[in-house]
């Protein structure tokens, strides 16, 4: 059992930064795949970025690539999502998830996930 739990949302300006952290419980988050996933009203959730047990293999949506980074840090049962040059179009509820296997970028691939935080990125 992993419980998930985000923070760092906010209403940040066009061209700002925002750090997301999520923090997990459990003594197996160490071999975990974890994911960042987002949704805006009215659309689906879609992925954002994934990171591997170890950290050594990272995926990324095209929309986000160059812009986020996902890091994690195991003793401290944490993942981060850095977000940089945001844009409108970046705003929505982010949720972070752990997944038994490998890294995947479709929701249903994930077993945990957190309530989420808001992004709101103004123009």
């Known amino acids: 059992q992993v419980q998930l739990v985000e923070s760092g949302g906010g209403l940040v300006q066009a061209g700002g930064s925002l750090r997301l952290s999520c923090a997990a419980s459990g003594r197996t988050f160490s071999t975990y795949a974890m994911g960042w996933f987002r949704q805006a009203p009215g659309k689906e959730r879609e992925f954002v970025a994934t990171i591997s047990w170890g950290g050594g293999s990272t995926s990324y949506a095209n929309s986000v690539k160059g812009r986020f980074t996902i890091s994690r840090d195991n003793a401290k049962n944490t993942v981060w999502l850095q977000m940089n040059s945001l844009k409108p179009e970046d705003t929505a509820v982010y949720y972070c998830?752990?997944?038994?296997?490998?890294?995947?970028?479709?929701?249903?691939?994930?077993?945990?996930w957190g309530q989420g935080t808001q992004v709101t990125v103004s123009s």
């Open positions: 998830a752990a997944a038994r296997g490998s890294i995947a970028t479709m929701p249903a691939a994930y077993d945990y």
